[in-house]
């Protein structure tokens, strides 16, 4: 059980990180973080930020020298999936990767059927993630603010379902995958503006190594 200084802890830490790495660009705010506090900082970071993207590869970060040999696979792995998937907009966070896709590239407005160049680029990037098997997909579903605070979880949750089932389709094993739908509880932009509210219908993919990958790196490592 965590205690509540364990807790208190965590935020202070959090807090102070979240503070010092403002100017830093993510890939090293999330190798700082992630060394520097696990999955309980990354989950306060998180949070505070609103990116549930980087608050989920933070907490699942190993840090150290283990962490930066993980790195290293992700940094090839990014490259692929950034050259063989022109659809998607990828980033190197932490010991992981992030792969967006706006709405508009998988889905028809408010829908939660795949599009014909949908099925494309996500046929590309199945073919990219079968090569590195050792990594967990996390696919979060996001909307805007439009309509009820019920619907937009209901479509997340089904858009993000649609993805998995294409994924597992192209051969990804199911023990890879886990989808959670956000709704319109997870902005990155405003929800005042049409250019807002776009950016705010999304769909990610969290790329994390999994525990084999942590083991075989931690092996190598010396550690």
């Known amino acids: 059980m965590i205690t509540l200084k364990n807790c208190t802890t965590a935020i202070l830490a959090g807090s102070i990180l979240l503070m010092s790495c403002k100017n830093m660009n993510k890939t090293q705010k999330g ?12 989950g306060v970071i998180g949070k505070a930020a609103g990116n549930t993207a980087m608050g989920a590869i933070i907490g699942a970060a190993v840090g150290g020298v283990t962490g930066a040999i993980i790195g290293k696979k992700m940094d090839k792995q990014a490259k692929e999936i950034e050259n063989g998937v022109p659809g998607a907009d990828v980033e190197r966070v932490g010991e992981g ?5 706006k709405e508009k590239i998988l889905f028809g407005f408010d829908q939660s059927v795949l599009s014909g ?5 996500l ?6 993630l079968k090569k590195y098997p050792d990594t967990d997909i996390e696919i979060q579903g996001h909307t805007d603010s ?7 979880m209901s479509l997340s949750d089904r858009r993000a379902g649609a993805v998995s089932a294409f994924l597992r389709g ?4 199911s023990s890879r995958i886990t989808t959670k739908g956000y709704g319109e509880t997870a902005p990155v932009a405003t ?6 509210r776009s950016q705010n219908r999304r769909v990610n993919f969290l790329i994390t190594a999994n525990e084999k990958m942590k083991a075989d790196a931690k092996k190598e490592s010396g550690n």
């Open 191 to 196: 929800n005042d503006t049409d250019d807002g």
């Open 146 to 152: 439009k309509g009820t605070h019920d619907y937009n």
């Open 97 to 101: 990767i992030v792969v967006e896709f």
């Open 31 to 42: 190798a700082v973080i992630g060394t520097a506090g696990g999955a309980a900082v990354g």
């Open 170 to 173: 192209q051969g990804i094993s």
């Open 123 to 128: 046929h590309n990037l199945a073919d990219v």
């Open 117 to 121: 160049s949908a099925e494309t680029n």
